[in-house]
């Protein structure tokens, strides 16, 4: 089972075992949301979307973001400004290639969505940028 502890030591949920995630997802997709990939800046097609709706969880279908949060950062990735709840994603410190940065994962899924940053002074209401790739989501259009 893969699994990793969380900050507060909760162990990270996966609903699926991993041969059924390769099943249900591209090649892309799994490579991001199950292997903490990173799609190329610029090439998501979240990147600049303005369309009202609900961002879930490309793996599991939670909802994770909403459009009324994202915003304009220019880094090449959708970026919002808070999750839609608190609990719909697990934050985890991550040290991987030589950064102390903070992993954003699906809480109820455990895949991988991107990270977070803070204190970049993009004026947002938190001074924070969830740095999500777009290939981790799904957007739900307002009706
Ligand atoms: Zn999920």
Known sequence: ???SP?????????AL???????????QEYHVLREAGTEPAFT????????????????????LFRSSEKFHS???????FSPLA????????????GMVRTEV????????????FAGEDYGTPTDLRYC???????LEPAE
């Open 74 to 80: 220019g880094c090449g990735w959708p970026s919002f």
């Open 44 to 63: 998501g097609e979240y990147t600049d979307t303005e369309t009202t709706g609900v961002y879930r969880c490309r793996a599991c279908n939670a909802e």
């Open 17 to 27: 075992p991993e041969e059924q995630w390769r099943a249900k997802l591209s090649p």
């Open 6 to 14: 969380a900050k507060d030591n909760r162990p990270v949920p996966s």
């Open 105 to 116: 994962r699906c809480a109820s899924c455990g895949s991988h969505l991107g990270h977070v």
């Open 132 to 138: 999500i790739n777009s290939v981790s989501l799904t």
């Open 1 to 3: 089972m893969h699994s």
């Open 86 to 97: 608190g609990d719909s994603i697990i934050e985890i410190e991550d040290r991987s290639l």
